[in-house]
Protein backbone atom coordinates (compact mmCIF):
# COMPACT_ATOMS: atom_id res chain seq x y z
CA UNK A 1 0.00 0.00 0.00
CA UNK A 2 1.50 3.38 -1.00
CA UNK A 3 1.53 6.63 1.30
CA UNK A 4 -1.70 8.24 -0.90
CA UNK A 5 -4.18 4.92 -0.78
CA UNK A 6 -2.74 5.30 3.23
CA UNK A 7 -4.15 8.53 3.46
CA UNK A 8 -7.67 8.21 1.77
CA UNK A 9 -8.20 5.19 3.70
CA UNK A 10 -7.22 6.77 7.22
CA UNK A 11 -9.98 9.26 6.70
CA UNK A 12 -12.03 10.39 9.75
CA UNK A 13 -13.78 13.74 9.99
CA UNK A 14 -12.38 16.01 12.50
CA UNK A 15 -14.20 18.55 14.15
CA UNK A 16 -12.16 19.82 17.16
CA UNK A 17 -8.95 21.90 15.49
CA UNK A 18 -6.06 24.10 17.14
CA UNK A 19 -6.25 27.68 17.24
CA UNK A 20 -3.37 28.07 14.40
CA UNK A 21 -4.43 29.19 10.90
CA UNK A 22 -3.06 27.56 7.67
CA UNK A 23 -0.11 29.28 5.96
CA UNK A 24 -0.49 30.85 2.36
CA UNK A 25 1.59 28.17 1.35
CA UNK A 26 -0.43 25.51 2.22
CA UNK A 27 -4.12 27.03 0.92
CA UNK A 28 -2.27 27.34 -2.21
CA UNK A 29 -1.38 23.63 -2.58
CA UNK A 30 -5.06 22.71 -1.24
CA UNK A 31 -6.04 25.10 -3.92
CA UNK A 32 -3.80 23.92 -6.39
CA UNK A 33 -4.69 20.44 -5.84
CA UNK A 34 -8.11 21.01 -6.66
CA UNK A 35 -8.04 22.54 -9.93
CA UNK A 36 -6.16 19.30 -10.81
CA UNK A 37 -9.36 17.12 -10.33
CA UNK A 38 -10.89 15.91 -13.58
CA UNK A 39 -13.32 18.61 -15.19
CA UNK A 40 -16.44 17.49 -17.63
CA UNK A 41 -15.19 19.14 -21.40
CA UNK A 42 -12.44 20.91 -20.00
CA UNK A 43 -15.31 23.69 -18.35
CA UNK A 44 -14.21 24.22 -14.82
CA UNK A 45 -17.63 25.12 -13.48
CA UNK A 46 -16.88 25.46 -10.23
CA UNK A 47 -14.90 28.58 -7.83
CA UNK A 48 -13.46 28.11 -4.21
CA UNK A 49 -13.76 30.92 -1.24
CA UNK A 50 -11.68 31.04 1.33
CA UNK A 51 -12.94 32.35 4.08
CA UNK A 52 -10.48 34.07 6.98
CA UNK A 53 -12.34 37.04 8.37
CA UNK A 54 -13.53 35.60 11.77
CA UNK A 55 -17.03 37.47 11.52
CA UNK A 56 -17.90 35.88 8.23
CA UNK A 57 -16.88 32.43 9.59
CA UNK A 58 -18.85 33.20 12.89
CA UNK A 59 -21.75 34.07 10.87
CA UNK A 60 -21.68 31.19 8.46
CA UNK A 61 -21.16 28.83 11.74
CA UNK A 62 -24.30 30.23 12.56
CA UNK A 63 -26.29 29.84 9.63
CA UNK A 64 -24.99 26.31 9.33
CA UNK A 65 -26.44 25.55 12.40
CA UNK A 66 -24.68 26.45 15.15
CA UNK A 67 -21.49 24.12 14.15
CA UNK A 68 -18.40 25.76 16.36
CA UNK A 69 -15.75 24.31 13.96
CA UNK A 70 -17.09 26.45 10.77
CA UNK A 71 -15.49 29.29 13.02
CA UNK A 72 -12.72 28.06 14.67
CA UNK A 73 -10.29 25.87 12.38
CA UNK A 74 -7.52 26.96 10.25
CA UNK A 75 -9.34 27.76 7.12
CA UNK A 76 -12.57 27.66 5.67
CA UNK A 77 -13.34 27.04 1.85
CA UNK A 78 -16.69 27.11 0.41
CA UNK A 79 -17.40 25.18 -2.83
CA UNK A 80 -19.59 26.70 -5.06
CA UNK A 81 -21.10 25.49 -8.41
CA UNK A 82 -19.98 28.22 -10.93
CA UNK A 83 -21.54 29.09 -14.13
CA UNK A 84 -21.26 32.85 -13.71
CA UNK A 85 -17.82 33.21 -15.72
CA UNK A 86 -19.36 31.09 -18.35
CA UNK A 87 -22.16 33.82 -19.11
CA UNK A 88 -19.52 35.96 -19.21
CA UNK A 89 -17.74 33.88 -21.31
CA UNK A 90 -20.72 34.15 -23.67
CA UNK A 91 -20.20 37.87 -23.84
CA UNK A 92 -17.29 37.95 -24.61
CA UNK A 93 -17.15 35.52 -27.53
CA UNK A 94 -20.44 36.82 -28.68
CA UNK A 95 -22.50 33.40 -28.42
CA UNK A 96 -25.59 32.82 -26.75
CA UNK A 97 -24.82 30.30 -24.14
CA UNK A 98 -27.54 30.96 -22.07
CA UNK A 99 -29.66 27.85 -23.14
CA UNK A 100 -26.93 25.64 -22.14
CA UNK A 101 -25.70 27.26 -19.12
CA UNK A 102 -29.49 26.92 -18.17
CA UNK A 103 -29.59 23.43 -18.90
CA UNK A 104 -29.98 20.35 -15.96
CA UNK A 105 -27.04 19.09 -17.77
CA UNK A 106 -24.59 21.86 -17.18
CA UNK A 107 -25.88 22.29 -13.67
CA UNK A 108 -25.05 18.34 -13.23
CA UNK A 109 -21.46 18.96 -14.41
CA UNK A 110 -21.09 22.42 -12.17
CA UNK A 111 -21.89 19.84 -9.31
CA UNK A 112 -19.68 17.28 -10.26
CA UNK A 113 -16.59 19.14 -11.21
CA UNK A 114 -16.66 21.33 -7.53
CA UNK A 115 -17.45 17.48 -5.91
CA UNK A 116 -14.25 16.01 -7.71
CA UNK A 117 -12.30 19.14 -7.00
CA UNK A 118 -13.38 19.43 -3.36
CA UNK A 119 -12.41 15.64 -2.90
CA UNK A 120 -8.92 16.71 -4.21
CA UNK A 121 -8.30 19.36 -1.76
CA UNK A 122 -9.30 17.22 1.09
CA UNK A 123 -6.88 14.49 0.07
CA UNK A 124 -3.93 17.29 -0.02
CA UNK A 125 -4.79 18.64 3.20
CA UNK A 126 -5.00 15.20 5.12
CA UNK A 127 -1.67 14.00 3.16
CA UNK A 128 0.03 17.32 4.89
CA UNK A 129 -1.15 16.15 8.26
CA UNK A 130 -4.20 17.99 8.59
CA UNK A 131 -7.92 17.62 9.46
CA UNK A 132 -10.67 17.98 7.06
CA UNK A 133 -14.51 18.21 7.63
CA UNK A 134 -17.36 18.75 5.14
CA UNK A 135 -20.04 20.94 6.09
CA UNK A 136 -23.22 21.15 3.93
CA UNK A 137 -25.11 22.82 6.46
CA UNK A 138 -24.21 26.10 4.58
CA UNK A 139 -27.22 24.99 2.49
CA UNK A 140 -29.79 25.86 5.46
CA UNK A 141 -30.00 29.35 3.93
CA UNK A 142 -28.57 29.96 1.30
CA UNK A 143 -29.81 33.17 0.34
CA UNK A 144 -27.94 34.26 3.77
CA UNK A 145 -24.64 32.29 2.48
CA UNK A 146 -25.16 34.19 -0.33
CA UNK A 147 -25.02 37.52 1.01
CA UNK A 148 -22.04 36.83 3.27
CA UNK A 149 -19.98 35.57 0.19
CA UNK A 150 -21.25 38.33 -2.13
CA UNK A 151 -21.99 35.70 -4.39
CA UNK A 152 -23.40 36.42 -8.15
CA UNK A 153 -26.08 34.88 -10.30
CA UNK A 154 -25.18 31.56 -11.44
CA UNK A 155 -22.70 30.99 -8.73
CA UNK A 156 -24.05 28.52 -5.83
CA UNK A 157 -22.40 27.65 -2.44
CA UNK A 158 -22.75 23.89 -2.38
CA UNK A 159 -20.80 23.21 1.02
CA UNK A 160 -17.84 24.18 3.04
CA UNK A 161 -14.56 21.70 3.46
CA UNK A 162 -13.04 22.97 7.32
CA UNK A 163 -9.32 22.50 7.84
CA UNK A 164 -6.83 22.30 9.95
CA UNK A 165 -4.91 20.95 12.99
CA UNK A 166 -6.59 18.53 14.37
CA UNK A 167 -6.66 18.41 18.26
CA UNK A 168 -7.97 14.99 18.28
CA UNK A 169 -9.07 12.10 16.00
CA UNK A 170 -11.68 9.89 16.87
CA UNK A 171 -11.63 5.96 15.30
CA UNK A 172 -12.97 5.52 11.52
CA UNK A 173 -16.50 5.02 11.06
CA UNK A 174 -16.98 1.60 9.18
CA UNK A 175 -18.27 2.29 5.50
CA UNK A 176 -20.82 -0.18 4.28
CA UNK A 177 -19.69 -3.48 3.19
CA UNK A 178 -17.42 -3.58 -0.34
CA UNK A 179 -20.54 -6.09 -1.42
CA UNK A 180 -22.86 -3.62 -0.76
CA UNK A 181 -21.23 -1.19 -2.96
CA UNK A 182 -19.93 -2.80 -5.56
CA UNK A 183 -22.04 -4.30 -8.47
CA UNK A 184 -20.26 -6.56 -11.09
CA UNK A 185 -21.91 -6.16 -14.24
CA UNK A 186 -25.31 -5.57 -13.39
CA UNK A 187 -26.99 -3.95 -10.13
CA UNK A 188 -27.87 -6.53 -7.64
CA UNK A 189 -31.30 -6.42 -6.62
CA UNK A 190 -31.56 -9.63 -4.40
CA UNK A 191 -33.55 -7.92 -1.59
CA UNK A 192 -32.64 -11.09 0.87
CA UNK A 193 -28.95 -10.35 0.27
CA UNK A 194 -29.43 -6.75 0.64
CA UNK A 195 -31.00 -7.03 3.54
CA UNK A 196 -29.00 -9.60 5.10
CA UNK A 197 -25.96 -7.00 4.06
CA UNK A 198 -27.83 -4.17 6.21
CA UNK A 199 -28.32 -6.39 8.90
CA UNK A 200 -24.61 -6.88 9.18
CA UNK A 201 -23.66 -3.26 8.66
CA UNK A 202 -26.52 -2.34 11.93
CA UNK A 203 -24.69 -4.91 13.88
CA UNK A 204 -21.40 -2.98 12.96
CA UNK A 205 -22.29 -0.02 13.60
CA UNK A 206 -24.41 -0.52 16.62
CA UNK A 207 -21.10 -1.76 18.07
CA UNK A 208 -19.05 1.21 17.07
CA UNK A 209 -21.13 3.45 18.88
CA UNK A 210 -21.41 1.55 22.13
CA UNK A 211 -17.81 1.49 22.09
CA UNK A 212 -16.99 4.97 21.06
CA UNK A 213 -19.64 6.16 23.50
CA UNK A 214 -19.49 3.43 26.20
CA UNK A 215 -22.53 2.11 26.22
CA UNK A 216 -24.46 5.56 25.73
CA UNK A 217 -25.36 5.25 22.06
CA UNK A 218 -26.07 2.05 20.01
CA UNK A 219 -28.31 3.45 17.31
CA UNK A 220 -27.88 0.96 13.81
CA UNK A 221 -27.48 2.70 10.55
CA UNK A 222 -30.56 2.18 8.85
CA UNK A 223 -32.19 3.06 11.89
CA UNK A 224 -30.62 6.72 11.58
CA UNK A 225 -31.23 7.07 7.65
CA UNK A 226 -34.66 6.52 8.66
CA UNK A 227 -34.99 9.12 11.05
CA UNK A 228 -33.24 11.42 8.55
CA UNK A 229 -34.68 10.83 5.57
CA UNK A 230 -38.29 11.11 6.71
CA UNK A 231 -37.59 14.86 7.78
CA UNK A 232 -38.14 17.20 4.94
CA UNK A 233 -34.87 19.32 4.53
CA UNK A 234 -34.15 21.98 2.53
CA UNK A 235 -36.86 21.66 0.12
CA UNK A 236 -36.43 25.50 -1.17
CA UNK A 237 -33.52 24.31 -2.99
CA UNK A 238 -35.49 23.76 -6.60
CA UNK A 239 -37.27 27.30 -6.06
CA UNK A 240 -33.20 28.38 -5.23
CA UNK A 241 -31.47 27.05 -8.08
CA UNK A 242 -33.87 28.41 -10.68
CA UNK A 243 -34.18 31.80 -8.97
CA UNK A 244 -30.16 31.89 -9.65
CA UNK A 245 -31.18 30.88 -13.41
CA UNK A 246 -29.60 27.39 -13.23
CA UNK A 247 -31.15 24.01 -14.00
CA UNK A 248 -34.35 26.14 -15.75
CA UNK A 249 -34.92 22.96 -17.90
Not at 145 to 158: A, D, F
Request: charged share 30%.
Amino acid sequence: MNDTIATILNHRSIRHFEDKPLTEEQIRTIVTSAQSASTSSFIQAYSIIGVKDREKKRRLAELAGNQEYVEKNGHFFVFCADLYRHTIIGEKEQKNVNSSIESTEKFMVALIDATLAAQNAAIAAESLGLGICYIGGIRNQLEEVQKVLKTPERVIPLFGLAVGYPVKQNERKPRLPFEHIYHEDEYQQNTEIYNRQLDEYDELISNYYIQRTEGKRNDRWTEQMGKMLEKQNRMYMKEFIQKNKLDLR
